[in-house]
């Protein structure tokens, strides 16, 4: 089944506390990006990459790092995490052109 | 500026009556997508539709069609014959330079239309 795979779903931490959330798609898509969801603020880009070895800051880039060894991994890594980025965050992955496939999604909390 | 704009927080609808959502975007590549996407309360992300700018006719899936005019650039979503099931958030997204696959393929979100269905 095609599908792109968030781990984890849900996630408490404390602030400080280096974390990654894994993202992984069996489609063979070049195209992968990372979004943070907010209530009345919609889905902002926090990195994208193109391909392999290629990465690019989205809008919202402070504070997130990712990388891209392999094709079918994107894992978003907060090496602080700061209270601010208590969100829902999603992994997407494309073809260049045609619709994005999302993940489940992960509820992210820093306390 | 806002590269789209939904400026419906949230509507509601009766059910089996059609309801449009609207969506305004602004781009000066000639070469662009225009999605939407449906969120209900479980969280999933699902695609609904896709148009192209140079799609000459308007995109339908089953109950869904968009309203594309091109040079008011809008992108309505119309549903037709409303469900329960319908009830979520709707974004509006749209990725530019999609002719030739020359972008980075970024994909913009509005802020979304939160949709709710009376029985």
């Known amino acids: 089944e095609a599908q792109v795979t968030q781990n984890p779903r849900y996630l408490i931490t404390v602030t400080g506390k280096k974390l990654t959330v894994t993202c992984s798609q069996n489609m063979n898509h070049e195209y992968m990006s990372w979004y943070r969801q907010d209530p009345g603020l919609g889905l902002r880009q926090i990195y994208y990459?193109?391909?392999?070895?290629?990465?690019d800051k989205g809008d919202v880039p402070e504070g997130y790092k990712v990388s891209r060894k392999e094709k079918r991994n994107f894992p978003l890594i907060l090496e602080s995490p700061s209270p601010n980025q208590t969100s829902l965050y999603f992994c997407?992955?494309?073809?260049?052109?045609?619709?994005?496939?999302f993940g489940q999604g992960t509820r992210l909390t820093v306390v | 500026a806002q590269k789209i704009t939904q400026t419906q927080p949230g509507m509601f609808v009766q059910e089996k009556e059609a309801v449009t959502l609207d969506c305004t975007y602004d781009?000066?590549?000639?070469?662009?997508?225009l999605f939407w996407y449906k969120q209900p309360s479980s969280g999933e992300m699902i695609f609904l539709i896709y148009?192209?700018?140079?799609?000459?006719q308007n995109a339908t899936e089953g109950r869904y069609s968009l309203n594309f005019q091109k040079a008011r650039k809008s992108a309505n979503l119309v549903i037709s014959a409303s469900q329960l099931g319908d009830s979520a958030m709707y974004f509006c997204a749209m990725r530019e330079g999609t002719r030739y696959g020359g972008s980075q393929g970024n994909l913009i979100f509005g802020k979304g239309t939160k949709l709710s269905v009376k029985p």
């Open positions: 997407a992955s494309s073809l260049r052109r045609g619709e994005a496939f």
């Open positions: 781009t000066s590549d000639p070469s662009y997508g």
């Open positions: 990459s193109m391909n392999v070895e290629v990465t």
């Open positions: 148009q192209g700018s140079y799609d000459q």
